[in-house]
């Protein structure tokens, strides 16, 4: 535990540095958790992968380290892992950590109750996957269903116009509707339909975020 920015408390930190040793000792999975003010303008995905590399979590023959990286005062976070540990930690599965931890704790201050559950579920992870139990006294923070704000409610108005505009496509074509076709051949504005709802897909599967305003991203290291 590396916390600079002075957020965690003394018994959240205490929990958390016993159970990535006892993580560590079962599985050579090494998870290390990082609080700074601010990366700098540096986006915070390319910061924590960069300093992974530097520090060489996970030892360089097997890169099965992870290093996740709060930045307070720019309401950024991201978890980096090495190549060793992506096929546990998934960018899917870490996705979700941000979304059920991470967020909705850090919006309300609770910086502390964020990291331990989001922690927590990551060492339950790993310790699930090597068959080992990693046990801890103090309770699991519940992860948190998010109430749909503005922004929820926007993208789920969208997901419905695409459902619709599919629809009709697929009716217009039985009925044997030529509509207006592109030089390519193709239903003019179709491709762009499918390249949104692609893009929408691809970025549910990246694992960095903040809880104000996303910044998406991903990425590994290699051994040092």
Not at 178 to 205: F, N, P, T
């Amino acid at each position: 535990m590396i916390d600079l920015r002075d957020v965690i408390d003394s018994q959240t930190e205490q929990t958390l540095d016993q159970a990535l040793y006892d993580l560590r000792e079962q599985t050579r999975v090494q998870i290390v958790v990082a609080t700074i003010a601010s990366t700098e303008g540096v986006d915070v995905m390319r910061f924590a992968t960069d300093q992974g590399h530097r520090w060489g979590l996970g030892d360089k023959d097997t890169d099965l380290g992870a290093l996740v990286v709060i930045a307070v005062d720019d309401r950024k976070y991201a978890i980096a892992t090495g190549y060793g540990a992506e096929g546990i930690l998934t960018d899917q599965y870490c996705g979700q950590i941000g979304r059920d931890y991470f967020r909705p704790r850090f919006r309300e201050g609770d910086y502390s109750g964020g990291i331990l559950g989001g922690v927590m579920a990551m060492i339950d992870r790993v310790a699930q996957e090597r068959g080992v139990q990693v046990a801890v006294s103090t309770p699991r923070p519940r992860p948190r269903v998010q109430q749909q704000g503005p922004k929820q409610v926007v993208m789920g108005l969208f997901a419905l116009m695409v459902f619709a505009a599919i629809v009709l496509s697929v009716i217009a074509r039985v009925a044997g509707y030529s509509g207006r076709r592109s030089w390519r051949g193709g239903y003019r504005g179709g491709g762009l339909l499918w390249w949104l709802l692609a893009d929408a897909m691809l970025s549910g599967r990246r694992r960095g975020g903040g809880w104000n305003n996303d910044s998406w991203g991903g990425g590994g290291w290699g051994g040092g």
